[in-house]
């Protein structure tokens, strides 16, 4: 579906006098469809019906960047900025609305320079959570960072909403590793140093979501320091061995006692429960711990896998305990499974009684889906409050719940009717057991079901359309998102149907 529009042939022209034209790709070029699906992970944005861009520009400087974002202002024409193209309601190259917009994609700008000696790095926009830590830990294998299980996410979209991971209980959410960022603002200018020039502006991107505030180019990221061995241990249990009754004691140990060296995270699906578990440490000590604390899991020393911790990354993220670390820089896509995901917040436990219900009304139906169970507490919460990034989920959360569906055959129909109707049939007996008054919400488990955008007369987005989603994602740090919005945005240039809306008076 494409939309022709009275400006854009000025906008071509106009990149046509910075960026090289092979590096924009026009809705008549042979390669348009192959470069715009190049990173989409949901096939259901890759239909003929999906609102398409203008024309995708593969930046591959900082000058393209810049250009885009001067052109598109000039011309009318708004920019979709994509990176790891793993938006899950794939915002960042499809309009929702139809409207004339391109898309600036930085999958070429992705380097990454790592300063073992700093232990920092300065990371380009495009490159994936798999570059990030093959560069990381090739650099030094004492060094690391705190990012997602996915290779292919971008690093962009995942430390603009705030990145959650297996290692956030001892080094907090991605976000809190940023330090600065280079920004190109709504008038193309780059920002050097975002630390430097704008502390608010800093605080806004490091979790308020992506697309808002600018195109950030690179992030200057701080890293963390690991032992030479780490510890992962893969643990399926049925419900038959008490799977249940394993999830409601797992509930209760996040908070207490203080254990950050050691992450269990859980997906439980059909009729068990898979238990992941990365230690920071050698198997001997994460033996000790679970003796102490969860001996009902049953852990033995023969389900120790010790490796470095890139070897570690490969396994967790690639599902093969022999992945090759090279595997981390793979970025095929591979257009798979229609998905349908949401998420929720549970501050108190669920308990026996609650899990069995779930497992047993909604997890062991034909053709269910899952849910993944990240423990937070540790790092995320320990002397850090609620507003010192935009991620809010810290004091007193014990996990953030994500719900996946999958289906296959058509993006809509009946099977996809029956997928997403189980995924609201279990979304609405969660109710009783998660957050409410807002029902947080993840950003980066972007969900267009808990409200979107409206574009006022003024063809400003409204700040009370932005509040219904935006106290879901973030809180008491809406409104602060949002005056800084109105600070350095305050037309609205940079905008998707769940960006913040500019607040453009008092704060
Ligand atoms: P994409 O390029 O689609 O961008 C996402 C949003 O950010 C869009 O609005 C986009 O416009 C904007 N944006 C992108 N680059 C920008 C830039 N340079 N400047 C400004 N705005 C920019 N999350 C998590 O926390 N932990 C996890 O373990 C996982 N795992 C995971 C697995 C899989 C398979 C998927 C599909 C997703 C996840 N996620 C996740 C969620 C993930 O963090 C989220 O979808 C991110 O937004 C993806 O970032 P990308 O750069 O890939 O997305």
Redesign the pocket.
Known sequence: FFLSYAGSDEFLQCLSQTIPNELVYQQSSSSFVSVLQS?V?NPKYATNTTVRPLCIVTASGVPHVQAAVRCGRAHGVRL?????????E????RSVRPEAFAVLD?SRLRAVDVRPAEAAAWVD??A?LGELYYAVGAADRRLAFP????P???????L??????LMMRKYGI?ADSVVDARVVNADGDLIASVASADQELLWA?RGG???S?????AWRLRLSRVEDTVTVVNLQRTLDEGAAALVAKWETLILQPYLPDLTIRVVVQDRHAFFQTLFLGRCSRLLRAMGAFFPELGMAPADCREMTWLRAMAFITLGAADAPAEGLLNRTNNLGTFVKNKSDYVRRAIGLAGWEGIFQQHLSQYGAGLMIL?PHGGAVSAGVPDFATPYPHRQGVLYNVQYVVFWSGEANGTVAAAATGWLGGLYGHMEQFVTSNPREA?A???DLEIGENAVGGDGVTTYESGRVWGEKYFMGNFRRLAAVKGRVDPGDYFR?EQ?IPPLLQGF
Do not use: K, M
Not at 80 to 88: A, E, K, L, N
Not at 213 to 217: I, K, L
């Open positions: 990173s992970q979709r900025v994509r990176s790891g193209g793993h938006d899950y794939g915002l960042s190259y930085l926009a495009g994936t990012g997602g299980a996915c292919t996410v971008g690093v962009s979209g995942f603009s909403g705030g990145g959650i991971g991605g991107i979501g992506g697309e505030f600018g195109v950030v180019v990240e993840y980066n488990y972007r998707n960006s």
